[in-house]
């Protein structure tokens, strides 16, 4: 869908060139003044679609994430690509739509949607951290909990090695932390409950299986402390993509009432 996005940028900004980069006093001269500006057919077109693509981006995932519509045929991990990519695209022909010239409430409007656009690229990257199942749905904190519960059990069943997995829990309390630093951590933890239980006289099927539930232990505790940062930070993101969201519709009904009423029509 990003393809998408680029050629129709791409083709608007091609076909658009001479007239855009045309200082804004001179552009009532240009002989595609009627087609590209705002008014014409092809501008007004622009901002007519590029709203409904919002418009119907916004409606139909807040209606299959808030209410379950249509829940047996559309995944909420799909709808979410569909609605970033008409909200990434209706924005951008929009934008094309005012001509790169801003004024007055439109102004307030278009800056509105610029702050959503991008709170929209950081709600993306937070919805993309949170734990999922297969099918998508999130995973709630106590479901992650249960099932790190039921590993920790699992482990401790292995103390006959002495208090070496004791030792290990205790240590997997602990913040692995982000990035490069948090790989590490997370590698020598197992690499030393590998060498320790070697040491031990573990034999090797046991050492497998037992590390393969310490790998397990740590990605799950990863996804609990991933996932209590996550829903932190929606809540901060919501403060910022909701409200901006709302002042960005409101002024575009306004904008549109205003248009109708003076008598701007397209093809209809």
Known sequence: MSIIVVAVTSFIAIKGYSYYTTPIEERFYHPDYVWFKPSGIFGQGLGVIGTFLILFGVVLYIARKRYGFMEKYLRL?????????????GPIMVLFHTTFKFG????VGFWSMVLVVLSGVVGRFIYTQIPRTIEGRELSLSEVKLSHA?????????DSTGNLISEFLQESNQHYGWGISGFIKKRNQVNKVKQQLASSGTSGV???RIIKLVKQEISLAS???RLLLMQKLFKYWHVIHMPFAIIMLVIVTIHVVVTVVLGYRWIF
Do not use: P
């Open 150 to 158: 039921n590993l920790v059990d699992d482990l401790k069943s292995f």
């Open 223 to 225: 996804r609990i402390e």
């Open 104 to 107: 007055g409430i439109v102004s």
């Open 206 to 208: 046991e050492i497998r």
């Open 77 to 89: 991990k799909y709808l979410l690509e569909f609605h970033i990519f008409l909200c990434t695209l």
